[in-house]
């Protein structure tokens, strides 16, 4: 492959990557939208805190999410998830 179909082939990637998942749902935004009603992000980092470790952080992310009538998809869900643990948890899976 010469240099340039390199390029077109990873700015393909990138594009359906972004088409299928970063376009469609942007966990931070939708955090920031809809997750910070009840409790802002300081119930992830108090000292109490109730999640300790991946699965439970998944289970009440599904909980406090069947609370809004946005109902997630599963993959979104996931993403909101992973958010949550990047930027706040931090748990290892
Ligand atoms: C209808 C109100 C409500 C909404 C909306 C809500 N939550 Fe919650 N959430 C709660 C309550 C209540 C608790 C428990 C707080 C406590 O124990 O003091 C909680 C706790 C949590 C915890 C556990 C904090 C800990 O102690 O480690 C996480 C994680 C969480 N919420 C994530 C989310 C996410 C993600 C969203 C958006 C999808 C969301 N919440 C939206 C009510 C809500």
Request: glycine letters at 4%.
């Amino acid at each position: 492959m010469s240099p340039k179909s390199n390029l077109a082939a990873a700015s393909l990637a990138l594009t359906l990557a972004g088409g299928v998942y970063a376009d469609e749902f942007d966990a931070a935004s939708y955090h920031e939208a809809q997750c910070t009603r009840c409790h802002d992000s300081g119930v992830y980092t108090r000292s109490d805190r109730r999640i300790t470790s991946f699965p439970a952080l998944e289970a009440q992310v599904a909980r406090c999410d069947a609370n809004l009538a946005t109902k997630l998809f599963p993959a979104d869900l996931s993403q909101l998830v992973e958010h949550l643990n990047s930027n706040y948890y931090k748990f290892s899976q």
